[in-house]
Nanobody, 115 residues
Framework: QVQLVESGGGLVQPGGSLRLSCAAS????????MGWFRQAPGKQRELVAIITSSGMTNYADSAKGRFTISRDNAKNTVFLQMNSLKPEDTAVYYC?????????WGKGTLVTVSS
């Protein structure tokens, strides 16, 4: 079993910053990629950013220039630094882990951007 535990969500004012963390534990085989997705009320879950084991990254257009994904391979942890947050960034943010054969989701952490 693989467990993903997200942390770092919360309430922040527009223009503020948050740093999300996701720690993976359990019977993890070779990780190919880790990433962040989000789901706003009434909307589909969407990709925010993803990073491969070699460090290649991909961002949603909405995240480019404001969010930065990084990872600590030794600790099986992925981070999402979010700056210049906007009300439309409000969502539950989910961590996703890919191995060669499977993928796993975390339970999510709520990010609310509001004044």
């Amino acid at each position: 079993q693989v467990q993903l535990v997200e942390s770092g969500g919360g309430l922040v004012q527009p223009g503020g910053s948050l740093r999300l963390s996701c720690a993976a534990s359990g019977s993890i085989s070779s990780i190919s990629a880790m990433g962040w997705f989000r789901q706003a009320p009434g909307k589909q879950r969407e990709l925010v950013a993803i990073i491969t084991s070699s460090g290649m990254t991909n961002y949603a257009d909405s995240a480019k220039g404001r969010f930065t994904i990084s990872r600590d391979n030794a600790k099986n942890t992925v981070f999402l630094q979010m700056n210049s947050l906007k009300p439309e960034d409000t969502a539950v943010y989910y961590c996703k882990l890919h191995t060669m054969m499977e993928y796993y989701w975390g339970k999510g952490t709520l990010v609310t951007v509001s004044s």
